[in-house]
């Protein structure tokens, strides 16, 4: 242990007192720290979940390649991490040997991605035209989670494509599948979100006939204050009758 002090002066009693204070330091703390997070490391691993990415090439009206492994998907939380195959530029390059021919009416042929736990068979698959490969140069795939964290769907697109998802009107060069090995894969999650709660407006009462009912007409400015109105007036008439009476008096006289 290392022992680190700090010196207090104090009066007491008329006295000075001079007391040093020690603080030990602990060499344990930094090493249960590091044992800390390789326990936490390692608990995130264990619960980790692995899922099997395929991919194959498929022909419209053909008949359907088996998928092959492109690579190890490894799901723990929101943390997400995608191991190649070591087949993966191999099997590109097969592709195009066999497909040499066909590639050149590539509007007609897609390239698919599935996802699949390792003891299940495919639950999600995804396409994209083979023949945006080409000039592909960058490719991303979207995960959508289940409240358990479980991937139940998912999106493949390549970008850049054009707008209307045509195809260029030159056939892809050879060996364009070779090349889209080396494109960059970004994965993004998606989990469930719900919408806004809708604003419902309360219902118009119904009257035992079930018909709306109908709101009182208001007043108009007459109905309203006519009393008052009536009131002011005849005021006015009887304030205004004894004077003009005396004013006729007073002349015949």
Known sequence: MRMQGRVGVYIRNGALMVVRRRRVRCPLAPIMLSLLTILLAFAICAHAATYTLYHRLQHLGGPEDPFIA?????????????????????DLALWTEKHAESAKDASGALYQIALSADSGSARAISSVKLCHLASATSQSLYLYLSEDDIPYALDYFVSPVPRDGSCPSTPPSKGFLEHFAQVNTTILLRTPSSPPS?????????????????????KSFLQKYWIYISIFLVGIMLTSGPDESQQGGGGAN
């Open 70 to 90: 492109r690579g190890t998907l490894e799901l723990a939380g929101n943390v997400v991490s995608l191991e190649s195959a070591s087949t993966v530029a191999k």
């Open 198 to 218: 809708p604003e419902l407006k309360t219902p118009h009462p119904l009257t035992p006939e079930g018909q709306i009912v109908q709101p009182v007409p208001e």
